[in-house]
């Protein structure tokens, strides 16, 4: 149990530190950013096809898609009907979130969008050491560029910087309890942790799909595809190491 809390607590770490560098007006640079996004991007959408959806379907059976899409469906839901603008990076917001009603919509979908990241780490390690620590990665590449984003939009509204960091910290505050919420539901129910998988694999989905590919999409950076190709091999290759330690 210690270690899953620790990596959640890394995970959430990183989402206050991409606030923390905004808030102190430390420059980030946008095209550390972009790579950062596209090789998550490449490793996510990796992890959910060849581990995440594969692994859900051997565990739950033929309910696995169920979950799968309902993963997909409620970050959807959050990110696009609530917030209606939902984007990575902080010179995406300064336009488009500069409402303070904007910036608290934007604040409850990445909410939402860090409790299924820490919920994702928290039901990998439950039920595979392995597949854990490989969702962690893959969710730590977009945590930084995530704290990054939030206190971006509420500067933007012209929220107080207290609040703008606040913001990070509850949102990693968030990802704490998708970690802690799988150690309930497991405690509940035998299965619980076989939804909660194929309910990540969904949400792995849709991060990498629809929130990170369409950013790498706007850049004129012609390398971007690339490296999401990069995050793909690296998702492999570590997949590779990692069994091979850990088994």
């Known amino acids: ?17 991409g606030g923390t560098v905004v808030v102190l007006r430390k420059e980030w640079p946008k095209r550390v950013q972009e790579y950062l996004l596209a090789l998550s991007a490449g490793f996510i959408l ?24 309902i993963g997909f469906g409620v970050l959807h839901f959050f990110e ?7 984007h990575f990076g902080e010179e995406t917001h300064t336009e ?14 990445l909410s939402v969008h860090a409790f299924f990241d820490g919920l994702s780490i928290s039901a990998g390690m439950h039920y595979d050491y392995l597949i854990g620590l ?21 500067l933007a509204a012209n929220q107080p910087r ?30 619980a942790i076989g939804i909660a998988f194929a309910f990540s694999a969904g949400a792995a989905i849709y991060v990498g799909a629809s929130d990170l590919i369409p950013e790498i999409n706007r850049s004129k950076n012609r390398i971007m595809p690339l490296v999401v190709f990069g995050g793909m091999v690296l998702f492999y290759v570590s997949q590779r190491v990692l069994a091979t330690i850990l088994r």
């Open 162 to 191: 207290k609040r703008a960091l606040m913001a990070s910290i509850l949102i990693g505050v968030a990802t704490m309890l998708g970690i802690f919420i799988v150690f309930l539901l497991a405690d509940l129910q035998p299965n």
């Open 1 to 17: 149990m210690f270690h899953i809390i620790l990596f959640g607590l890394i995970a959430a770490s990183a989402e206050i530190l």
């Open 96 to 109: 488009i979130m500069v409402s303070k009603t904007a910036s608290l919509a934007a604040f409850s979908g």
């Open 80 to 86: 696009h009907t609530i917030v209606g603008h939902f």
């Open 46 to 69: 990796a992890l959910a096809f060849f581990e995440l959806i594969p692994e859900s379907l051997k565990f739950v059976g033929v309910t696995a898609p169920l979950y799968i899409v």
């Open 134 to 154: 490989l969702v962690f990665f893959a969710i730590l590449l977009h945590k930084i560029p995530e704290g990054l984003t939030i206190a971006s939009i509420m």
